[in-house]
């Protein structure tokens, strides 16, 4: 009779170690896969107490699931460690700093009126000479390790991030092949707004309507990665409410970590409530799918630049996507693809990881910053917003811009979205 223990399969082959990222910077078997699932197997067994020094090696661990891809016997360790997380929460497991820190992001974060207040104040700070006289004075490291790391990724404010222009309706442009919904996200949306307007004009050049109902929150992907399943599910089921009604092919979304949990709806939701209605896809997967239409081919004009595509964790390890954001950077005429070393290994962002594990984050983002660069690209091609906060941070000034793959896109059909109209007749008014 098979086991029921998920830990079972496990024989400390050491196959996952190369590929863990915490083992990485951390060096030791506690804070490795195969380490974690012998304390799991320790702990169930009663040899061993959850206590803050246990759950640390724990928290060190980012989740990237690069151990699921390598695993020869199969192991689901990101089932394992999603059933952990909510138990690390307790209150004795970490100290009352620790506990604050991780309660604020979760009450700003996932938020987007809470985080835009927040950050409003900062508009004239963020990439302006302010920021860079404290950095150069070394003033952010008054601040303690993770408010410094928070400064250290504050990118600067454009003004669209503050407000959500869109129309609920973006219609398609010449031959309308179906309709789809997006999720804009809720850092993504603040920090990096120009992604969701270059999504939005690529998906009507192809022939998609795109619904964007307004109000929508956030997905729940920052609190899922956090084992908060209650604020989970509430975010959750606010998100797929805005949707309803809606007869949608898909529902699309431009954030590999945000497309990691809506996939899990399902799984996630209360019983009775599975989430939307049509299939949760990431935009890449949905147009591969689809395929570029002729005319939107027939628009792009050549872009002779280097670039290397950046596999961000949720979407090669948690999706399985891999090959799909590469066809159609491979479409963009004169374009070419150079691929990193360790495509596989977790740059460090990892949701708030960056955050509240700073020091290992960091050597994890210089590392990864480093592999991208030696790549000989000038343009690093990502497709999950907290790992181009985190590129930004790590590369050298002066070198590879980084941009996702649907900007790309975008640029190279000369596309002026519904979103920018919209922003230049605001302007005039």
Same mark, same amino acid.
């Given at each position: ?32 896969? /195969? ?105 952010? /490291? ?31 442009? $010449? ?114 799918? /689809? ?52 495509? $596989? ?85």
């Amino acid at each position: 009779m098979a086991s029921s223990d998920p830990t079972d399969p496990c024989v400390h082959c050491g196959f996952c170690l190369p590929t863990c990222a915490s083992y990485r910077v951390l060096g030791t078997e506690m804070d490795s896969p /195969r380490g974690r699932i012998h304390t799991l197997k320790a702990i169930e067994a009663g040899e061993l107490e959850l206590d803050a020094t246990v759950a640390s090696h724990f928290d060190s661990c980012l989740g990237c699931f690069a151990c699921v891809s390598a695993c020869p016997s199969g192991v689901r360790y990101d089932q394992l460690i999603e059933a952990t997380r909510p138990k690390l929460n307790s209150a004795e497991l970490r100290s009352s700093w620790q506990q604050s820190f991780r309660q604020l992001l979760l009450a700003v974060l996932p938020y987007p009126r809470r985080l835009r207040a927040l950050l409003t104040p900062l508009r004239a700070y963020a990439g302006g000479p302010l920021q860079a006289l404290a950095r150069r004075s070394g003033l952010p /490291r008054l601040l303690g390790p993770q408010l410094e790391a928070m400064e250290a990724l504050l990118p600067p404010l454009a003004p669209e991030g503050f407000a959500d222009r869109f129309p609920k309706l973006n219609q398609a442009q $010449g031959e309308r092949r179906g309709r789809v919904g997006l999720v804009l996200g809720c850092v993504q949306r603040c920090f990096d707004p120009a992604v969701n307007a270059a999504t939005v004009a690529v998906l009507q050049a192809n022939g998609f309507d795109v619904v964007i109902p307004a109000d929508q929150g956030c997905c729940g992907a920052v609190s899922h990665h956090q084992g908060q399943l209650e604020q989970t599910r509430e975010l959750a089921s606010a998100l797929v409410a805005r949707f309803a009604g809606e007869k949608l092919d898909a529902v699309l979304v431009a954030a590999s970590g945000c497309g990691h949990t809506m996939k899990a709806y399902g799984e996630l939701l209360n019983e009775g409530h599975s989430g939307f209605a049509c299939p949760v896809l990431d935009v890449h997967e949905f147009l591969a799918d /689809r395929g570029l239409s002729e005319a939107f081919r027939a628009a792009l004009q050549p872009l002779p630049i280097a670039v290397a595509y950046h596999d961000a964790c949720h979407m090669i390890h948690g999706q399985g996507i891999a090959a799909q954001p590469r066809a159609l950077l491979r479409a963009i005429p004169g374009l070419q693809l150079h691929e990193a070393s360790e495509a $596989g290994v977790c740059c460090g962002s990892a949701g708030i990881y960056n955050l509240v594990q700073p020091a290992e984050a960091a050597e994890l983002g210089r590392i990864k910053a480093d592999d991208l660069s030696g790549t000989g690209a000038t343009v690093i091609a990502s497709a999950n917003i907290g790992c181009s906060l985190q590129l930004r941070r790590h590369l050298q000034k002066g070198g590879p811009e980084v941009m996702h793959p649907m900007e790309l896109l975008a640029r190279a059909a000369g596309l002026n979205s519904t979103y920018e109209k919209s922003n230049q007749e605001a302007d005039k008014a």
